[in-house]
Nanobody, 117 residues
Framework: QVQLVESGGGLVQAGGSLRLSCAAS????????MGWYRQAPGKQRELVAL???????NYADSVKGRFTISRDNAKNTVYLQMNSLKPEDTAVYYC???????????WGQGTQVTVSS
């Protein structure tokens, strides 16, 4: 089992910045990809950004150039730096991790990000 604990959400004005953090604990030796998804009210959960253990990353088109994902393997933590935030970025952001040996995947409890116009 892998436990994921997020922090860093909150309320910010449009154009502002936030940084999300997600710390992994438990059976983490085989964690492969880590990343962030988000879910806005009435919408499906969608990928925001994902980073693999080797450092390669991919982003949703809607956040490219504004969000940056990074990972500190020594701390088992993934970060999401969010700049130039827009009201449409408002959602609950969920941390995600998967494991290469069991093909299992895990979710954090979610952290609310609200961007006011």
């Amino acid at each position: 089992q892998v436990q994921l604990v997020e922090s860093g959400g909150g309320l910010v004005q449009a154009g502002g910045s936030l940084r999300l953090s997600c710390a992994a604990s438990g059976s983490i030796f085989s964690v492969s990809a880590m990343g962030w998804y988000r879910q806005a009210p009435g919408k499906q959960r969608e990928l925001v950004a994902l980073i693999r253990s080797g450092g390669s990353a991919n982003y949703a088109d809607s956040v490219k150039g504004r969000f940056t994902i990074s990972r500190d393997n020594a701390k088992n933590t993934v970060y999401l730096q969010m700049n130039s935030l827009k009201p449409e970025d408002t959602a609950v952001y969920y941390c995600y991790a998967d494991k290469w040996d069991t093909a299992g995947y895990y979710w954090g409890q979610g952290t609310q990000v609200t961007v006011s116009s």
